[in-house]
């Protein structure tokens, strides 16, 4: 998350890989040392920082792979991963300092021959202007909305990228966005802050579950720990704006705000008979406008309720979307299906993104009954990712999709789909950015999970290699290899 002003950990959104910089060993070391077991006599900085990094990268990818917002985040990275792909073999990797957008706006396909290609290049140039789209307002969601820009804009654009994403995930849902404020600035201000936005947010939610869940079971053992943890997140400075970060219950109103600002209804796959106002939908409009219920010590205990009265309160949010239609038919696995293989591409065994789709409805669904006061069905207590790296090993954990059995050939297939989707998604981001992606240090970042991959799961893999860099290369390979063909950005 790019608010470190030390790279300790990172959690690329939309995927189930978690990067700590510290070893798995030392991790292990001080839960033991937690436990009063092992040799450790006390931590050392090496140790604390890998364990509260691991759960602060573990708070973002819970925030963004189980709520409303994640998922409309996970829809738009999925689409310009794949509009980036389709691009680059038309016009090429863009120049350093070049985005890919103004990048083929600038380079010429040359004069179409017959009516297929005719349509082939409509279809790209078509593409070029959706990706300029997706990439603009992901920008403002993540970032927080430039000066100048209005609520009505913002709404205008969003509408712009519902239709796109429901296109894209074949979605037959109508709604719009709104506004009940057109000229009012779509930018939000917090105190001691000049721009918000949703990382914002997420860095807020995982620096309070550091506080709140992790930091006191370390201080129980040793009180120190509260006053390192202060100074090596910079937290008083870096917090300002949350007020007293010694005050449980401030932070437990603070925590449930940033689940509240992340559970609008933004998702295209919402079946609504109205359409959303925006300041309801989306995240930094939430936080701005419950905030000062959270931070009023006489409200923070209140229910939260939507900034905009009649619409979705999130329990029905989260209830909707758990029985809704997240990918249609002819939607992210469209291809496969005209080509008859759709119902492997859609199995949540052998597709890392059918796996996140069915996963999303299962958290979805999780929710709802826990708010309901049914408690959960999960077999697995804790929302874990796939993968977590660290400096010394790559770490495999287990996971579930309630309904399907997810065992060790199940798992190399998805590990082998995760590899490859986050080399794909890495190198289209730089290619979008203009750029020059750092490939080296991603492939060494990836080698320990090609090696977990070759060994413990060789007999699994379609690909069939014993050597971790000759999986890598064909995965890196494999982004950008296929032309563009009709459908293949769709």
Same mark, same amino acid.
């Given at each position: !998350?790019?608010?470190?002003?030390?790279?300790?950990? %990172?959690?690329?959104?939309?995927?189930?890989?978690?990067?700590?910089?510290?070893?798995?060993?030392?991790?292990?070391?001080?839960?033991?040392?937690?436990?009063?077991?092992?040799?450790?006599?006390?931590?050392?900085?090496?140790?604390?920082?890998?364990?509260?990094?691991?759960?602060?990268?573990?708070?973002?990818?819970?925030?963004? !792979?189980?709520?409303?917002?994640?998922?409309?985040?996970?829809?738009?990275?999925?689409?310009?991963?794949?509009?980036?792909?389709?691009?680059?073999?038309?016009?090429?990797?863009?120049?350093?300092?070049?985005?890919?957008?103004?990048?083929?706006?600038?380079?010429?396909?040359?004069?179409?021959?017959?009516?297929?290609?005719?349509?082939?290049?409509?279809?790209?140039?078509?593409? %070029?202007?959706?990706?300029?789209?997706?990439?603009?307002?992901?920008?403002?969601?993540?970032?927080?909305?430039?000066?100048?820009?209005?609520?009505?804009?913002?709404?205008?654009?969003?509408?712009? %990228?519902?239709?796109?994403?429901?296109?894209?995930?074949?979605?037959?849902?109508?709604?719009?966005?709104?506004?009940?404020?057109?000229?009012?600035?779509?930018?939000?201000?917090?105190?001691?802050?000049?721009?918000?936005?949703?990382?914002?947010?997420?860095?807020?939610?995982?620096?309070?579950?550091?506080?709140?869940?992790?930091?006191?079971?370390?201080?129980?053992?040793?009180?120190?720990?509260?006053?390192?943890?202060?100074?090596?997140?910079?937290?008083? !400075?870096?917090?300002?704006?949350?007020?007293?970060?010694?005050?449980?219950?401030?932070?437990?109103?603070?925590?449930?705000?940033?689940?509240?600002?992340?559970?609008?209804?933004?998702?295209?796959?919402?079946?609504?008979?109205?359409?959303?106002?925006?300041?309801?939908?989306?995240?930094?409009?939430?936080?701005?406008?419950?905030?000062?219920?959270?931070?009023?010590?006489?409200?923070?205990?209140?229910?939260?309720?939507?900034?905009?009265?009649?619409?979705?309160?999130?329990?029905?949010?989260?209830?909707?979307?758990?029985?809704?239609?997240?990918?249609?038919?002819?939607?992210?696995?469209?291809?496969?299906?005209?080509?008859?293989?759709?119902?492997?591409?859609?199995?949540?065994?052998?597709?890392?993104?059918?796996?996140?789709?069915?996963?999303?409805?299962?958290?979805?669904?999780?929710?709802?009954?826990?708010?309901?006061?049914?408690?959960?069905?999960?077999? %697995?207590?804790?929302?874990?990712?796939?993968?977590?790296?660290?400096?010394?090993?790559?770490?495999?954990?287990?996971?579930?999709?309630?309904?399907?059995?997810?065992?060790?050939?199940?798992?190399?297939?998805?590990?082998?789909?995760?590899?490859?989707?986050?080399?794909?998604?890495?190198?289209?981001?730089?290619?979008?950015?203009?750029?020059?992606?750092?490939?080296?240090?991603?492939?060494?970042?990836?080698?320990?999970?090609?090696?977990?991959?070759?060994?413990?799961?060789?007999?699994?893999?379609?690909?069939?290699?014993?050597?971790?860099?000759?999986?890598?290369?064909?995965?890196?390979?494999?982004?950008?290899?296929?032309?563009?063909?009709?459908?293949?950005?769709?």
């Amino acid at each position: !998350m790019p608010e470190h002003f030390t790279p300790h950990g %990172v959690y690329r959104t939309s995927s189930d890989i978690i990067e700590v910089s510290g070893t798995w060993e030392q991790l292990l070391e001080l839960r033991k040392w937690k436990e009063r077991r092992g040799s450790l006599k006390e931590p050392t900085d090496a140790h604390l920082r890998a364990y509260f990094t691991e759960a602060h990268e573990h708070m973002h990818r819970v925030d963004v !792979m189980t709520t409303p917002f994640g998922l409309l985040l996970w829809r738009i990275d999925v689409a310009i991963t794949i509009d980036a792909r389709a691009l680059v073999p038309q016009f090429g990797h863009p120049p350093v300092g070049t985005p890919l957008v103004e990048h083929c706006r600038g380079t010429s396909l040359g004069v179409p021959v017959g009516l297929d290609e005719v349509r082939t290049h409509r279809m790209v140039r078509c593409t %070029v202007e959706e990706l300029d789209r997706l990439v603009r307002f992901r920008d403002y969601l993540w970032s927080g909305a430039p000066p100048g820009l209005t609520c009505a804009q913002l709404a205008d654009e969003g509408n712009e %990228v519902l239709d796109i994403l429901r296109k894209r995930f074949d979605l037959e849902t109508t709604w719009r966005f709104t506004t009940i404020n057109s000229d009012a600035p779509a930018a939000v201000s917090v105190p001691h802050r000049c721009s918000f936005g949703t990382v914002d947010i997420l860095e807020r939610s995982a620096m309070i579950w550091e506080r709140l869940w992790v930091l006191t079971t370390v201080e129980k053992r040793w009180p120190a720990a509260v006053q390192w943890w202060l100074d090596w997140r910079n937290a008083r !400075m870096r917090y300002r704006d949350m007020g007293d970060l010694n005050d449980l219950v401030n932070m437990e109103a603070h925590k449930r705000l940033a689940l509240f600002a992340l559970s609008g209804p933004c998702d295209p796959a919402l079946d609504l008979d109205a359409n959303v106002p925006i300041e309801a939908a989306l995240p930094t409009m939430r936080w701005d406008a419950s905030r000062a219920a959270a931070a009023d010590p006489q409200r923070r205990s209140d229910r939260l309720e939507s900034p905009i009265a009649g619409t979705l309160d999130t329990v029905q949010v989260y209830e909707m979307l758990a029985g809704a239609t997240l990918n249609g038919r002819y939607g992210l696995f469209g291809n496969a299906e005209r080509a008859g293989n759709g119902a492997r591409a859609a199995d949540p065994r052998y597709s890392y993104l059918a796996f996140v789709l069915r996963r999303f409805q299962d958290e979805f669904a999780q929710r709802s009954r826990v708010e309901a006061g049914l408690g959960s069905v999960r077999n %697995v207590p804790r929302v874990n990712p796939l993968v977590s790296l660290f400096d010394d090993v790559c770490v495999v954990h287990l996971t579930e999709v309630i309904g399907v059995d997810i065992r060790k050939v199940e798992s190399g297939h998805l590990l082998l789909s995760l590899l490859m989707e986050y080399i794909h998604q890495e190198l289209a981001k730089h290619n979008v950015c203009g750029e020059t992606p750092d490939a080296e240090r991603l492939w060494l970042r990836l080698r320990p999970m090609a090696c977990r991959l070759v060994t413990d799961f060789h007999d699994d893999l379609p690909t069939r290699t014993e050597d971790p860099d000759e999986l890598l290369g064909l995965a890196f390979l494999s982004y950008a290899a296929s032309t563009y063909g009709p459908g293949s950005a769709r």
